[in-house]
């Protein structure tokens, strides 16, 4: 019985001890934000879904950060989110004032050696996922290709991004493994621009975020603007059930494989982070203050009126994800190396 109770005396101290160390942390980070200003840099142009997103939080984040920080928003695009990831690991300050919010493929293309990237994903501090990001390839309702078996037989230009984004990734890695014949036409600002450059005419198709369609154009899909040939993701959106995925396209278990690493990306979907080197106290007040964040019903409302699903994840699981994505064996690597290879970009 004496055991016993020494157990349980011992048990809660370190409890009370695990408390008093988080609300010492909590107030040492208060004291630090008080009167700062907090900078969410956002790897996108203005207006598209990653940006709404990205200026939700920041109108919600600060008032339940210890200190109540203030928090603005900067655009940075430029080749797929690795202008703005560059910029936090190298250059922004390491003390917890900069968040962004980038492409989900940051961690693959660390690992894969893509241009550009100067960065190490998993040495980021990942504060928080919002939600998933399933990608859609779609064409305009005037193209003659209607559904992805015809983007096989006939050649499709579609207006992408920079070459981090999976605007270019997802229909580039489909061209190399299914056969699609999508002509990739790049250098656009944004989504927003690459639709637009769709809707004149200047190309047929564009790749990207379901919800970026849904946010920006549901009469696209209620009035059938637009043809929806594919779906990026492990697993179906709710809303898309008929639309087949990538990786039911693919041949080979081999290819499958493949394909899954590409598409992993959507589960990083549209995530948090800030510079690696913060503080622990700093960042574990980021994550405690996204977490309540998300579940602010003041949030819930500017998000969701923005027809994007909330789907989070906690900063520390986020981290194992983005961890597991830099573990890639090196032959699968190799194998994602080459079906990233873009002959022909325009």
């Given at each position: 019985m004496r055991q016993r109770i020494a157990s349980l005396a011992l048990s809660i101290a370190a409890l009370c001890a695990a408390a008093t160390g988080e609300a010492l942390a909590q107030a040492d980070a208060g004291g630090f934000y008080k009167g700062k200003t907090i900078?969410?840099?956002?790897?996108?142009?203005?207006?598209?879904?990653?940006?709404?997103?990205?200026?939700?939080?920041?109108?919600?984040?600060?008032?339940?950060?210890?200190?109540?920080?203030?928090?603005?928003?900067?655009?940075?695009?430029?080749?797929?989110?690795?202008?703005?990831?560059?910029?936090?690991?190298?250059?922004?300050?390491?003390?917890?004032?900069v968040l962004g919010l980038m492409a989900p493929t940051l961690p693959i293309d660390e690992k894969l050696g893509t241009g550009g990237v100067k960065y190490v994903a998993s040495k980021f501090n990942w504060i928080g996922r919002e939600t998933t990001s399933v990608g859609v390839s779609f064409s305009w309702f005037t193209s003659p290709t209607k559904t992805i078996e015809d983007a096989m037989t006939r050649v499709t230009p579609l207006a992408a991004t920079g070459a981090g984004s999976t605007t270019a990734i997802y229909p580039n890695v489909l061209n190399n493994l299914v056969g699609t014949k999508f002509k990739l036409i790049m250098g656009y600002v944004g989504s927003n621009e690459a639709m637009l450059a769709m809707e004149r005419g200047e190309t047929e198709a564009h790749s990207t975020a379901w919800e970026q369609v849904t946010s920006q154009h549901p009469d696209w899909v209620s009035d059938k603007k637009i043809n929806i040939l594919v779906q990026y993701a492990l697993a179906k959106h709710p809303a898309l059930p008929d639309v087949p995925l990538a990786v039911d396209l693919v041949k080979s278990e081999e290819d499958r494989r493949i394909m899954r690493a590409v598409v992993a990306a959507a589960d990083v979907g549209k995530s948090v982070l800030t510079a690696p080197g913060v503080p622990a106290d700093r960042v574990a007040a980021l994550r405690a203050a996204f977490d309540e964040t998300i579940r602010d019903p003041e949030f819930i409302k500017d998000f969701e009126a923005s027809r994007i699903e909330i789907i989070p994840m906690q900063g520390a699981e986020l981290q194992k994800v983005v961890e597991?994505?830099?573990?890639?064996?090196?032959?699968?690597?190799?194998?994602?190396?080459k079906v990233y290879e873009m002959p022909g970009v325009k």
């Open positions: 900078e969410m840099v956002v790897g996108y142009a203005a207006g598209s879904s990653n940006d709404i997103a990205a200026r939700s939080l920041a109108r919600s984040i600060g008032k339940h950060l210890p200190g109540n920080p203030t928090v603005i928003t900067r655009n940075m695009p430029g080749g797929g989110s690795f202008v703005a990831a560059n910029y936090i690991y190298n250059v922004a300050p390491k003390d917890g004032t597991e994505l830099g573990a890639l064996p090196p032959d699968l690597v190799e194998k994602v190396r």
